[in-house]
């Protein structure tokens, strides 16, 4: 992917993310309706980290939800996962940190990292570019008062099932948008 396209991208999403701050009635209107762990409500963005990936969530239920990236490393590696996370809106103690926006999560999933570099330290012995791994993403999501927006931060250590068996750890700040 070349340098102008990536910009070209990287434009349209934080337009397309921020669209709804650029118009007040519109994001008026959509905090309005927004309802955290809507069955069936879609958010999309940016996490910066590793990996740092285009983001997208979709609620299964008022407190599962779907979370799916795609990254990819100038002249390095496609990234893809998928996780299955469970929120907790309501934590032991009677502490109720929805009520502040704050609300706590943990999933498993699965990501494939495809190395598109042909050098020698992105393959395995037996000359494959590509890693699986299992993770567990282990994060906070703060939504932001009167707009449609969600911060996180997220840790995500896994272990790479291919081409060796190995830890890993990942994580990133993200930034998503429900619509």
Known sequence: ??????????????????????????????????????AG?????????????????HWKNTLQAYQFGLGYDVDRHV??????????????GQMNIEAQGLVPYIGVGGLVRVFTDAGPRNRDNEGRNIRILFRVPLGVEWMIPQVPLALFVELAPGVRILPNLTGEFGGGLGLRYYF
Request: one cysteine or more; aromatic letters at 14%.
């Open 41 to 57: 409500r879609w958010a999309a963005g940016v996490v910066l980290g590793a990996p740092s990936a285009l983001t997208a969530k």
């Open 79 to 92: 990234t893809v996962y998928g996780d299955h996370l469970w929120h907790f809106p309501e934590v032991p």
């Open 1 to 38: 992917m070349n340098k102008r396209l990536q910009k070209t991208l990287g434009c349209f999403v934080f337009l397309w993310a921020f669209g709804g701050l650029v118009n007040p009635q519109a994001a008026a209107q959509s905090s309005a309706s927004f309802a955290y762990g809507e």
